[in-house]
């Protein structure tokens, strides 16, 4: 490990405190559409948990960089996504179309302080070919793949397409493997039925986390 990255992940670790239930009152209020909304003490403390992780895992992904920022804005929106979603069933334009724009920006500075034009390019590509195939999920299942669905695959194309078109196309296969998991374990319970309608953000959110965490070691 670097030496700088102890003292790093000190830091987003400190963010990650203040602002996990600020994220949770934001998530909480964008579902419900009332700005007076409260999180329970449990769901703050869950996001809070889960930001935690997630900026921990860039610093120890990509260190102290540019691309680091694109990484951990991404983290907290997807916090804050997939809690919306699991809430109303809803990825608010509000969160995706401000994360998309840092990402790229971050990404973009990384190229051009460090040189990573190629990685660069290939996000910007692979952004706007998993966005084209989530418009055709949509149009193919506009019940079961929503338009916030298509943006958000947008967004995971351009932060797991600078790792690689393996690593995208392995977390979109993770992501859609997890939902299946989910609706199978659901209907076995009894907790859902075949037309109960099931939000694709979590677990296309946790597919591209698992890529990451289990592609760690050949990506730093």
């Known amino acids: 490990m670097e030496p700088a990255r102890p003292a790093l992940l000190v830091v987003v670790l400190l963010v990650a405190l203040l602002l996990g239930p600020w994220l949770a009152r934001v998530a909480v209020r964008l579902a419900a559409r009332e700005p007076t909304a409260v999180p329970s003490a449990v769901r703050a403390g869950v996001m809070t948990a889960v930001l935690a992780g997630l900026l921990a895992g860039a610093?120890?992904?990509?260190g102290a960089r540019p691309a680091?920022?694109?990484?951990?804005?991404?983290?907290?929106a997807a916090v804050v996504l997939g809690a919306v979603d699991l809430l109303s069933h809803r990825l608010?334009?509000?969160?995706?179309?401000?994360?998309?724009a840092v990402c790229a920006a971050?990404?973009?500075?990384?190229?051009?302080?460090?040189?990573?034009?190629?990685?660069?390019?290939?996000?910007?590509?692979?952004a706007a070919a998993a966005f084209a195939v989530g418009?055709?999920?949509?149009?193919?299942?506009?019940?079961?793949?929503?338009?916030?669905?298509?943006?958000?695959l947008g967004l995971l194309g351009l932060v797991l397409g600078w790792f690689g078109w393996g690593v995208l196309l392995t977390g979109v296969f993770l992501g859609l493997l997890t939902g299946a998991l989910v609706s199978v374990l659901l209907l076995a319970t009894r907790r859902a039925?075949?037309?109960t309608a099931i939000p694709f953000g979590p677990p296309l959110?946790?597919?591209?986390?698992?890529?990451?965490?289990?592609g760690s070691v050949s990506l730093t």
Not at 140 to 149: R, V
Request: aromatic letters at 10%.
């Open 68 to 76: 680091t920022v694109a990484l951990a804005w991404a983290a907290g």
């Open 106 to 126: 971050a990404l973009l500075v990384d190229a051009a302080v460090l040189g990573t034009w190629g990685p660069f390019l290939r996000a910007l590509t692979a």
């Open 205 to 214: 959110l946790a597919g591209a986390v698992l890529v990451l965490l289990l």
């Open 135 to 152: 418009v055709l999920a949509a149009a193919l299942s506009p019940d079961g793949f929503g338009f916030g669905d298509v943006k958000l």
């Open 92 to 100: 608010p334009d509000r969160v995706t179309y401000p994360a998309a």
């Open 193 to 195: 039925g075949w037309r």
């Open 59 to 62: 610093v120890l992904l990509t």
